[in-house]
């Protein structure tokens, strides 16, 4: 350790756990904990030795203890005295931080947890202050250019972040709750004039509340719409044609079974199960709709063909979506044409869904294409989105969304938390 002495060690609880004395060397004792500036020492705060948990020796769990002062800074008044080896204010080790952090990016929830002996909400709030350092040392937000601006979900579609990505190095450089136009201000006034004006493509999802605040402060941008939204857009018009079809094999399943029990006893024949048949194979179709056709698995292609056979309509859906998610793998020189193909076969295609889509995709046609003629569907937006998506199920759990930020920038924002004590 760091500018730290090593008074004292000891055992408890029968040699589970080790105690080490320790004390910051005298040119580090009276630093306030906030600036870190020397200043005259205040009082011997509660006169209370505090234990910080470090990382386990051997097997055993083991612990610094040290006398903690307050200082008198000319700038935060009276604080703690900053220690060498933890965060201000934090129970564990800057090395037990780091290593947690460095977990919490490339393991498990569960691994983190039973590895540290900590419980999640510990690892949260862990992650969260090892990102404020490294935010304290580290502007994201320099030298941006081209960026894409989406919006997250999480807590079941119930809470939202907006996430701001660097097209050209693919990293995550700001996120925060909200989905309104003052959260994308918020983004513009962190980013100051100068740097506004150095914004030369945006590309987003179509929300107006996203563009309005793009044409407000960045009027010269080039705005698009990432084809991968639009392909969302059409997953979600197939979800609609087959919860459709769902809820009519249900009803034609419900009808069926009320007139097999209407029957007399004795007349009682097998009923026809194709109804209910029908609706079993309906729920378990679902991920050969979803997967992309190359992905599917034996079995997923046979559902796939009876789906075909027994339901036209969903089908075509499903073709309709597959042919607008192969436009944005065209050359650009091709998506044109391709688009408005698709335009057209879908205004005539009779699918409520479909139809409404063509009329979306219609209206935003130009910055679609805009996106794909200058390069902004890269596909790093979508893979940085898609990560962020599968953190927001591993941080569910936590009350606010500053863990969830927290471990998206660590994971994503291009500054990987690297383990303790290595280069
Ligand atoms: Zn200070």
């Given at each position: 350790?760091?500018?730290?002495?090593?008074?004292?060690?000891?055992?408890?609880?029968?040699?589970?756990?080790?105690?080490?004395?320790?004390?910051?060397?005298?040119?580090?004792?009276?630093?306030?904990g906030l600036c870190g500036r020397r200043c005259p020492r205040y009082d011997r705060g509660r006169g209370?030795?505090?234990?910080?948990?470090?990382?386990?020796?051997s097997t055993a769990v083991t612990w610094l203890e040290a006398e903690v002062i307050r200082v008198e800074c000319r700038d935060h008044g009276v604080v703690v005295a900053r220690v060498p080896w933890a965060r201000h204010g934090a129970r564990h080790t800057r090395a037990f931080d780091d290593q947690v952090?460095?977990?919490?990016?490339?393991?498990?929830?569960?691994?983190?947890?039973?590895?540290?002996?900590?419980?999640?909400?510990t690892v949260g709030a862990i992650i969260t202050r090892v990102v404020a350092d490294i935010d304290a040392v580290t502007d994201r937000l320099e030298g941006l250019a081209r960026i894409g601006i989406d919006e997250i979900s999480y807590r079941r579609g119930q809470k939202f972040l907006v996430v701001v990505v660097d097209h050209d190095t693919g990293r995550l450089v700001w996120a925060a709750p909200g989905r309104s136009e003052a959260t994308?201000?918020?983004?513009?006034?962190?980013?100051?004039?100068?740097?506004?004006?150095?914004?030369?493509?945006?590309?987003?999802?179509?929300?107006?509340?996203?563009?309005?605040?793009?044409?407000?402060?960045?009027?010269?941008a080039v705005q698009g719409v990432d084809p991968f939204h639009v392909v969302k857009w059409a997953n979600k018009a197939l979800t609609e044609v087959r919860a459709q079809a769902w809820r009519e094999a249900r009803a034609a399943a419900a009808t069926e079974q009320k007139q097999a029990h209407g029957?007399?006893?004795?007349?009682?024949?097998?009923?026809?199960?194709?109804?209910?048949?029908?609706?079993?194979?309906?729920?378990?179709?679902?991920?050969?709709?979803?997967?992309?056709?190359?992905?599917?698995?034996?079995?997923?292609?046979?559902?796939?063909?009876?789906?075909?056979?027994?339901?036209?309509?969903?089908?075509?859906?499903?073709?309709?979506?597959?042919?607008?998610r192969l436009i944005f793998k065209l050359p650009a020189t091709h998506a044109a044409t391709a688009l408005d193909q698709w335009i057209n076969t879908a205004r005539r295609c009779r699918i409520p869904a479909f139809v409404k889509l063509q009329r979306s995709i219609d209206s935003y046609k130009n910055a679609i294409l805009t996106s794909i003629s200058h390069g902004l569907s890269n596909g790093r937006t979508e893979s940085v989105n898609t990560k962020i998506r599968l953190y927001t199920r591993i941080a569910f759990g936590y009350h606010g969304p500053e863990p969830l930020i927290a471990i998206a920038m660590l994971a994503l924002g291009g500054n990987p938390p690297t383990l303790p004590g290595r280069p």
């Open positions: 350790m760091v500018k730290t002495v090593v008074e004292d060690v000891r055992f408890e609880e029968a040699g589970q756990q080790v105690v080490v004395s320790v004390r910051a060397v005298a040119r580090d004792q009276c630093r306030c209370v030795r505090r234990r910080w948990r470090s990382l386990d020796l952090a460095w977990l919490a990016v490339k393991t498990s929830k569960s691994a983190v947890c039973e590895l540290m002996r900590i419980q999640w909400l994308v201000q918020a983004f513009f006034d962190a980013l100051g004039p100068d740097r506004c004006a150095d914004i030369t493509h945006v590309s987003a999802d179509g929300a107006s509340y996203i563009a309005n605040a793009v044409t407000k402060n960045c009027p010269d029957r007399p006893r004795k007349d009682a024949v097998v009923p026809d199960r194709s109804a209910s048949e029908r609706t079993r194979l309906m729920k378990i179709t679902r991920y050969a709709l979803w997967k992309n056709p190359e992905n599917l698995t034996d079995k997923q292609k046979t559902q796939l063909e009876w789906i075909q056979a027994n339901d036209p309509t969903l089908y075509r859906a499903w073709q309709l979506k597959e042919n607008l």
